[in-house]
């Protein structure tokens, strides 16, 4: 258990502990859609359900994800799993002090914050499972930085949102063009860790507004997962059931990374935005924060050239809410609009990364491309 997470995620692939490492989207939103019928609750489908009952199974995935995260551990450092999945029920003493500090921190939020989730898992640990209690000179006289994907931006009052979005339609190449770019399907490849970090062949059919349909062909099987404008399922093998459907901020983040392929829509998709800056890498960004009612927000970080290059959301969970990252670089011309050909999902759990070859516009595209994907099944 002495591990950071970089060294044992690797280091558990090797060994082939290809598990479920959590969700790959976190989300814009929380009290999105309530679970749609017939998803179902982590008590239901899990073993050994004692704490984190009554959430849906993609969020109890993103708790997971949040344990991991805030202690820098991987899935095996608290699990007694290996290749065999049913091993993640088997309580082991560092999940008997998991369930125990679970506990502790609703009680710290229920009799000090109203019932507000202020203090979760990372609160304390900070990417460490050894909290100190010692405060840190190293740290206090350090060099200041802001983290660029905080909730809380620093608001730009130089800069309006119009500004930003405009210099963005410009940059894609005229807001016209943008417009008339309504689906599109693009081959390429796909690494992450449930395919060793290893390249496989992947295809994604986008149709707007907001359709989305990414196939990964992994040696063995196809992992699907689609956002069909409502509703949101993946097929994949790495999760813990067959079928997932998406619930909550997951849901809402599938959306908002299908609207980014046709970004002629995304002002309209949000009630309010506010513009900050930011530095990425040592550069200037400018920030423009999006929200829905009763959602989390979601950041979009725009380059001195004005494209879109990272996008930031979150899901709430039941211990706190988890981020999610998506790089986008290389940009090219399709059909004279700017499409990033290279994108980098960064999630609690890991990075995926997604590198086009071929994105065909303007193909027309069988609506049972989006349609609820059947259960994943070995070839
Ligand atoms: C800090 C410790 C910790 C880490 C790290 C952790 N878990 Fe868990 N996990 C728990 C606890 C605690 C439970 C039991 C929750 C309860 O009783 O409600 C659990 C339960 C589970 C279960 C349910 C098993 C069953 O059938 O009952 C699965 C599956 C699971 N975890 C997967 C994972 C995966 C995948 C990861 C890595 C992304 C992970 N966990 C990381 C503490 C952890
Ligand atoms: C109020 C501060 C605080 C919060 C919040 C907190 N922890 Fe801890 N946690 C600690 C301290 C302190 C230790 C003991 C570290 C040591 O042994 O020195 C610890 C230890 C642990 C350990 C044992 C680590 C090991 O392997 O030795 C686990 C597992 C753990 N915490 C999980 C969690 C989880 C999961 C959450 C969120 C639900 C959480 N903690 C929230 C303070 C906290």
Redesign the pocket.
Known sequence: ?KFGWRHTISGAIGVGIVCWLGLVVSAAGQTAPAPAEGVQMSENFFKNIQVLKGIPVDEFMDAMGM?SS??GYDCAS?HASGTDRSRFAVTTP?IT??RG??A??NN?NRMYFGGQPR???F???RTT???D?IPSLEAQYAALTDDPNAMTILADKRTTVDQVFDKYMTALGGADRAARLTSYVAKGTYAGFNTGGGEVPVEIYAKAPDQRAQISRLPDSDNVKIFDGRSGWAAEGWRPMPLLEFTGGNLSGMKVDAMVAFPAGIQKAFSQWQVGSALIDDKGVQVLQGTRPGELPVNFYFDDTGLLVRQVRWNKTS?GTVPTQIDYSDYRDVAGVKVPFKLLMTWTDGQNSFSLTEVRPNVAIEASRFAKPAPFQRK
Do not use: E, N, Q
């Open positions: 258990m344990f805030s202690l608290c560092a002090r998991a500090m679970i502790m921190v710290i203090v979760t898992c609160t304390c640990h499972y050894k909290p209690a211990v």
